[in-house]
């Protein structure tokens, strides 16, 4: 976020706008960042040039598909999601498996999105 020019840091922003600066900017590791990351837009300090980035091979939007559709493009990948969330169930999140019964955010009627995550597989775990 910090050197984001296009999106509005905490306040929101689109993630295809993200992986757009990611193609052509790339990131860094964490810890290649040479200050504190402050969480806010325009602050940026450009990374040395001779440190390692990966650069995100670009991003391909698709609204409002069906579950078997996620679950085919979940197959191959990781993908990025904008949904409309409980925050109270999203902000204090950690670690592990969140489902429907845990958040209760599939309403669908709500058509407005407030939240971004990443779904790395689906299917039933023991945890």
Excluded at 20 to 34: C, L, M, S
Excluded at 52 to 57: D, E, I, K, M, P
Aim: proline share 3%; with cysteine; glycine share 8%.
């Amino acid at each position: 976020m910090d050197c984001d020019e296009v999106n509005w840091a905490c306040d929101g922003g689109w993630m295809l706008d993200a992986y757009t600066f990611t193609k052509e900017r790339g990131i860094v590791n964490w810890h290649d960042y040479d200050r504190t990351y402050n969480a806010r837009k325009n602050v940026c300090k450009e990374p040395q040039m001779d440190i390692s980035r990966f650069y995100n091979g670009g991003g391909i939007e698709e609204d409002n598909i069906s579950n078997q559709r996620m679950k085919e493009i979940v197959s191959r990948q990781p993908v990025g999601v904008a949904m409309a969330s409980n925050l109270k169930c999203m902000t204090p999140y950690k670690s592990g498996i969140l489902t429907e019964s845990d958040c209760k955010c599939s309403d669908p009627n709500k058509m407005e999105v407030n939240h971004a995550v990443t779904i790395i597989g689906y299917g039933k775990s023991d945890v």
